[in-house]
């Protein structure tokens, strides 16, 4: 009886470190959650006349405009906050998938990451490593203070 009793006090061990595992596993969802919605892209167009930032779920969370985008026509200044507005949104996006990758990648097996990187690819045409290096330079810039660049108004498309 007390080498059956030993087995269950194994079994038991065993089963305790498994939750204590777990449990390490998911301490950081909280953190993940305050991660994520720290999340911020920045795209500026090339001729520096837009400037998109999207946030956590891609929520688009500031437009500004400089003076020169006024002297653009109505669909070159469309298809500039669109282009802007595409490159934000999927930065924010390849950043969540690097936090969710960090928390729970190694533990599932999952490449989160990578995945949105192939979707991105295939809905925008962009080549991945494209997309891998435009993470890098996003996840490492700030939102923008009206004084970063003279070219920038004060005002945002929505006037304060």
Known sequence: MSSHMDQMIAEFEKFGARIRQAEARFAGVSDMGERVAQVESVATSPDRNVTVVAGAGGMVT???????AMRLGPAELSAT??????????????QQAGIVDEVFGGAFGVNTSEQV???????FGTPED???SQDET??????????DDDDFDQDTIYGR
């Open 81 to 94: 906050i669109m282009t802007a507005l595409r490159e934000a949104v999927a930065g924010a996006a390849r």
């Open 130 to 132: 494209r997309a891998a």
């Open 117 to 123: 990187r192939q979707a991105q690819a295939e809905a």
């Open 138 to 147: 996003s996840s490492s810039r700030r939102r923008p203070t009206p004084s």
């Open 62 to 68: 500031d437009i500004r405009l400089a003076p020169g």
